[in-house]
């Protein structure tokens, strides 16, 4: 399965973004999907996960409440509400998969990743 990730941009303080992360293939319903986000000079980091059924659901601790991860399988896409976003939510972010499993935070779980999309805040 190949992944693309689209949506970001310019968002200010406080406002909000929709990442999407579509797939090529029909298969995507029996993926788990993380998202992960490396800002510059700094380590990759999970942000959010949901496993292939949608039911369950996974957060970093700097976004839960804020973020919502959820996908529409009919559409082989995952998407990623962001509100409130923070000056530090400012990073390239990236989708990944995994076949089958649950909503892992660890990135070495995952071997299917897209291109990045970058988020930029503004203050």
């Known amino acids: 399965v190949q992944l693309q990730a689209s949506g970001g941009g310019l968002v200010q303080a406080g406002g909000s973004l929709r990442l999407s992360c579509a797939a090529s293939?029909?298969?995507?319903?029996?993926?788990?999907v993380g998202w992960f986000r490396q800002a510059p000079g700094k380590e990759r980091e999970f942000v959010a996960a949901?496993?292939?059924?949608?039911?369950?659901?996974n957060y970093a601790a700097s976004v839960k409440g804020r973020f919502n991860i959820s996908r529409d399988n009919g559409k082989n896409t995952v998407y990623l509400q962001m509100n409130s976003v923070k000056s530090e939510d400012m990073a390239n972010y990236y989708c990944?998969?995994?076949?089958?499993?649950?909503?892992?935070?660890?990135?070495?779980?995952?071997?299917?990743w897209g291109q990045g999309t970058q988020v930029t805040v503004s203050s």
């Open positions: 949901v496993d292939w059924s949608g039911t369950s659901t």
């Open positions: 293939s029909r298969t995507f319903s029996n993926y788990a």
């Open positions: 990944a998969a995994r076949l089958g499993g649950s909503a892992s935070p660890s990135s070495s779980e995952y071997n299917r």
